[in-house]
C-alpha cells in the first residue's frame, strides 16, 4: 500500500510539474505571437501615418496651388480660381480617400470644401489655425469629435503659404 501511494503521489507530483511547464511553454509561445502581431500593426500605423503626411505634403510649398488659393482669397468675384481649387481639392480626395478636404482662411472659417457641407467647421481645427500657420510642416490633428455630427476624425493641417511666406490658409484633409 506504501509503495502505491508513494507510486501515485510521485505519478500526480510529475504530471503536475509538466503541466506547469507545459502552460508556460505555451504562454511563451503565445506572448511572442501577440508581440509579432503587436510589432506588425505598429508597423503598419506607423507606414500608414508616413504615407498620409506625404500626400498631404503635395500641397504644402506648391506654388501652383498656393497661387489659385490668393486668387480666391483676393477675389472672390474670380470665378475660375474656385473651379480649380475644387478640381484639385476633388483629386486629393478622392485619391487619397480623404473624407472630406477643406480650406480654411487665417480666420479659420470654411472657403472651399470637397464634398461641400452645410456648417461650420469644427471647433477643434479652427482654435489649431494660428499655430499650425506658425508652423511649415503637416501637422496631424488626433482624434477628434466633431460637434457638428458627433463622429469621430483625424486630420491633417497643411499650411498655405504664398510670396515671401506668406500665410494664406490651411488645407485641412480629414479622415
Do not use: C, M
Amino acid at each position: 500500500v506504501v509503495i502505491v501511494v508513494l507510486l501515485a503521489a510521485g505519478i500526480f507530483t510529475a504530471g503536475g510539474r509538466y503541466s506547469r511547464a507545459d502552460a508556460r511553454r505555451h504562454r511563451a509561445v503565445l506572448e511572442q505571437q501577440l508581440t509579432a502581431v503587436a510589432e506588425l500593426k505598429a508597423s503598419a500605423l506607423t507606414n500608414w501615418r508616413a504615407e498620409r503626411a506625404a500626400d498631404a505634403s503635395l500641397l504644402l510649398g506648391n506654388t501652383a496651388f498656393s497661387a489659385l488659393v490668393r486668387r480666391l482669397l483676393d477675389d472672390p468675384r474670380d470665378a475660375e480660381a474656385p473651379a480649380q481649387l475644387r478640381t484639385w481639392l476633388t483629386k486629393v480626395q478622392a485619391h487619397d480617400a480623404f473624407n472630406q478636404v477643406s480650406l480654411l482662411d487665417l480666420e479659420g472659417s470654411e472657403r472651399l470644401a470637397v464634398p461641400e457641407r452645410q456648417g461650420p467647421v469644427s471647433s477643434v481645427i479652427a482654435s489649431r489655425v494660428p499655430e499650425i500657420l506658425r508652423t511649415a510642416g503637416v501637422t496631424f490633428e488626433d482624434f477628434y469629435r466633431d460637434e457638428r455630427d458627433g463622429r469621430v476624425y483625424l486630420s491633417l493641417l497643411v499650411p498655405v503659404f504664398g510670396e515671401h511666406n506668406r500665410a494664406l490658409g490651411i488645407v485641412v484633409l480629414t479622415i
